[in-house]
């Protein structure tokens, strides 16, 4: 009796695994173990057939169904062509017209000056003094003021005078370095530091002395009583041993009756 409720269990905290992963867009239909799609638009439902919040540019109207808003940049509206919030990078100004601040803008302050940059962006952003406008940073640079002089480099590069320079220059797997470009002082993941040289540690390790010693593994991999990487079981991101698992990547849930990540069949994995 306890095997099979241990069972249950077992398969209980499996599909909970899967359905955690149901996106926006989605909900749980828990009859079918599935995760199924809300009315096109919405992004928050109980079934297939009413929505209860509407995506960006849309509007929930007295069917609970989601309308767009039929605004160029507009996020929150009332009715068709009524717009009261525009998306971010637009300006309202008035009910029918968000216009453009600039891309690299996430908080306009007026229709052509900004007030806050975008921080999700691979460049770093800064607003002009003299244009009230976001610009970018130089290569490399991480803050800058809003003259547009560097104050701080990204991880992996250097100083020098009031430019970045990469420290790949030293050694292509070099994160840190000095502002000569001469000497490396921290290697990128999976690497360790000898006499100025970036080597590799052992397969699947993230962390280590020497090629010998690892002290953290990489994702897929656990760390085995000999210092090296062991690969998990199938699938799985995050283990102690090969034999069980803590996390499985995304689309997989942990079956701990069955002993391995088995692929969700979401059927809506979120569209917004």
């Known amino acids: 009796m306890l095997f099979i409720i241990a069972c ?5 905290i499996a599909k ?25 638009g919405c992004i928050q439902c109980n079934d297939s057939n009413a929505c209860l919040v509407c995506a960006t540019g849309y509007y929930l109207n007295e069917y609970n169904n ?8 507009c996020a929150k509206c009332s009715e068709r062509g009524v717009c009261s919030e525009c ?3 637009y300006y309202l100004v008035n009910s029918s017209k968000c216009q453009s601040c600039g891309y690299p803008c996430q908080t306009c302050a007026g229709p052509s000056s900004c007030k806050k940059c975008r921080d999700d962006l691979p460049f770093s952003t800064y607003i002009s003094e003299s244009s009230q406008s ?7 640079c991480k803050f800058c003021n809003s003259t547009g002089v560097c104050l701080s480099c990204r991880t992996g590069y250097a100083f020098r005078g009031t430019e970045c320079v990469p420290c790949s ?9 000095d502002e000569t470009q001469t000497f490396c002082k921290a290697c990128r993941a999976g690497h360790y530091l000898l006499k100025n040289v970036c080597l590799d540690c052992s397969l699947g390790c993230d962390e280590c002395i020497d090629e010998s010693i690892c002290n953290k593994c990489a994702d897929g991999y656990f760390l085995n009583s000999n210092h090296g990487c062991t690969p998990c079981m199938t699938s799985c991101k995050q283990c102690q041993n090969s034999s069980s698992c803590s ?9 701990a009756e069955k002993g391995e990540c088995s692929y969700c069949k979401l059927d809506c994995t979120g569209r917004y």
Not at 8 to 12: D, G
Not at 66 to 73: E, W
Not at 169 to 177: G, Q
């Open 134 to 140: 976001c610009m970018y940073c130089s290569d490399g």
């Open 87 to 89: 998306q971010g990078g």
């Open 66 to 73: 989601c309308v767009t808003c039929d605004v160029i940049g």
């Open 169 to 177: 220059k030293v050694d292509p797997e070099c994160v840190a370095c």
């Open 16 to 40: 909970n695994a899967c359905m955690s992963q149901c996106g926006l867009g989605c909900f749980v239909d828990s009859a079918a173990e599935k995760c199924r799609a809300c009315p096109a």
């Open 8 to 12: 249950i269990t077992c398969s209980i």
């Open 247 to 255: 996390l499985c990547y995304s689309s997989f849930g942990y079956d």
